[in-house]
């Protein structure tokens, strides 16, 4: 009988938070689906929260091979649906088809890329039809990030045509999924706004072709925010931070471009729609909005997952939107890893404190199988 190592977290009644290499029986596939050799899965902040997200990090020490953590006490309530349950980490991620049930035997050898969840695993069993195939001659690394961020960024100009904007803004726009963004629009010809806190992104940014990067940490950020915004007359943003007063900013620099824009006076505001959509939790503090509230009657501030949007385009559209992913895997939807690690160095102190940042340049790609 053969074995599978996987990652798991677990919370456990004490308190503790325990990130092991767990091991079980290999899964064998029913007649719809495969077995895929797992060799490469990336970290991205949406698995975090599963793998350390209630943990204190403060208190992070490793014993007998778990990394362990304490969960502080007010948010033990919270936990209860996974109190002592080893969870599979790993949202995404790509390998090559080693067994096949009957009716997926056309699959076997190929290279395929998941949203399966627990694929930081050796070996995972999923549907056929759940299988995304890649072009020939498409490695596993290359394809390991190919539906959470690219699906994601394809969704943000999807959402601008489908609610009737014209132009978009970014946050956090020098990560991964931002670079994606950044190419999607000069591609397709879309105007972007984009939001970094560096010097380096804003230059990262334009050497690959975008026309508008603001830099939130500059003294002038709102001038600059409000000009590109002017000019793109964008009025839909996608914020990753999710928290602090970005989303306020936005809205603000929105509506003072509306304005500019506007022939007549109303003391509502202006009557162009201006939505932030909050799709990240980078920043963890609440939402701050301008007490005066700047930016006018007529404006939201929502919630964005890839799930539902996916479910209301429809699969003929998500099809479509794959088929472009698999075709421009290395160009558009690269991604960039600084580390690639085994199963065992994912739980190394080391290499926690670096991808727990979730710092530009710093996204670790797992091989399970090394
Ligand atoms: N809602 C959804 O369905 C969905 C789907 C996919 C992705 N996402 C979200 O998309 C975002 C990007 O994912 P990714 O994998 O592309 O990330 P990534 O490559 O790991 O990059 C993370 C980026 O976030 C920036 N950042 C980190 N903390 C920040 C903070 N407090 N304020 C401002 N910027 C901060 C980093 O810039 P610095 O170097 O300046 O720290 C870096 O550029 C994540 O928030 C993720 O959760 C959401």
């Known amino acids: 009988m053969s074995s599978n190592k996987q990652i798991t977290s677990t919370v456990t009644d004490e308190g503790k938070l325990e990130i092991a290499i767990t091991e079980s029986e290999r899964p064998i596939p029913g007649d719809n689906e495969v077995l895929i050799q797992v060799e490469a899965t990336p970290i991205n902040p949406s698995d975090l929260g599963l793998l ?19 969960v502080p006490d007010a948010i033990m309530g919270a936990m209860k649906p996974r109190l002592n349950k080893p969870m599979p980490v790993g949202n995404e991620g790509s390998g090559v088809v080693i067994e096949a049930g009957a009716n997926a035997q056309e699959l076997m050898g190929k290279v395929v890329s998941v949203v399966g969840g627990g694929m930081y695993s050796q070996y995972r069993c999923l549907p056929a039809a759940s299988c995304m195939v890649m072009n020939e001659g498409t490695e596993p690394r290359e394809c390991a990030s190919s539906f959470v961020n690219p699906l994601t960024a394809l969704g943000m100009v999807e959402t601008m045509k489908m609610e009737g904007h014209t132009a978009l803004v970014h946050s956090a726009a020098a990560s991964n999924l931002g670079q994606m963004l950044v190419k999607i629009c000069v591609n397709d010809g879309v105007q972007l706004v ?14 690959i072709g975008a026309q508008f990067v603001c830099n939130s940490s500059d003294d002038d950020f709102m001038e600059q925010l409000t000009l590109a915004i002017t000019e793109t007359k964008a009025t839909l943003a996608f914020d990753a931070t999710g928290g602090g007063e970005l989303a306020g900013k936005i809205l603000t620099c929105m509506e003072i471009a509306a304005r500019k824009n506007s022939t007549e006076y ?5 009557t162009d729609h201006k939505q932030v959509y909050i799709y990240g ?9 301008p007490n005066n509230r700047t930016f006018g009657m007529y404006w939201g501030i929502g ?12 699969f003929e559209k998500v099809g479509e939107l794959q088929a472009r992913v698999a075709n421009e895997i290395k160009t558009t939807f690269a991604s960039n890893y600084t580390q690639e ?15 727990a940042k ?13």
Request: charged share 20%; glycine share 10%.
């Open 52 to 70: 350390i997200g209630p943990g204190d990090i403060n208190t992070l020490k490793v014993e007998n091979s778990k990394i362990v953590m304490d």
């Open 194 to 207: 984009n939001i970094v806190r560096k010097q380096e992104h804003v230059d990262l940014l334009k050497s």
């Open 266 to 270: 109303s003391p509502y505001g202006s």
């Open 281 to 289: 939790g980078l920043n963890q503090s609440g939402i701050t909005l």
């Open 303 to 314: 919630g964005f997952l890839l799930t539902p949007f996916l479910g209301k385009v429809g």
């Open 341 to 355: 690690v085994s199963l065992k160095e994912v739980l190394t102190l080391e290499s926690l404190m670096v991808y």
């Open 358 to 370: 979730q710092a530009t340049g710093e996204k670790f790609l797992i091989n399970p199988s090394s």
